[in-house]
């Protein structure tokens, strides 16, 4: 069993940052982050693999969040950098096995364990 406890989340500015953290009780060797807006399908926004540290993200997001991990203190974060209104939204961590970060890591299908979500709201 993993448990997976979010936090970070809140109200900013667009052009804004923030990070979000994901503190997990357990290990999985595939962790990412997934958010889900009102109204909207949940969708991948970035995915690690703990082993080799491969990224892989979103291309929505891409050169604009980064996803990593203390493997020290497995906390997975998710530095997020020039925010945008649409990227406002409920953001999930997930923890799944190897297969969880293969080509379809998006749609989120082979992750086991998610955690509670914090809202993340961009105004412009």
């Known amino acids: 069993q993993v448990q997976l406890v979010e936090s970070g989340g809140g109200s900013v500015q667009a052009g804004g940052s923030l990070r979000l953290s994901c503190a997990a009780s357990g290990y999985r060797y595939c962790m990412g982050w997934f958010r889900q807006a009102p109204g909207n399908e949940r969708e991948g926004v970035a995915v690690?693999?703990?082993?080799?540290?491969?990224?892989a993200y979103a291309d929505s997001v891409k050169g604009r969040f980064t996803i990593s991990k203390d493997n020290a203190k497995n906390i997975l974060y998710l530095q997020m950098n020039s925010l945008k209104p649409e990227d406002t939204a409920v953001y999930y961590c997930?923890?799944?096995?190897?297969?969880?970060?293969?080509?379809?890591?998006?749609?989120?299908?082979?992750?086991?364990?998610w955690g509670q979500g914090t809202q993340v709201t961009v105004s412009s």
């Open positions: 997930a923890a799944g096995r190897s297969r969880a970060c293969s080509g379809g890591w998006r749609r989120g299908a082979d992750f086991d364990y």
């Open positions: 690690i693999d703990t082993g080799y540290g491969t990224t």
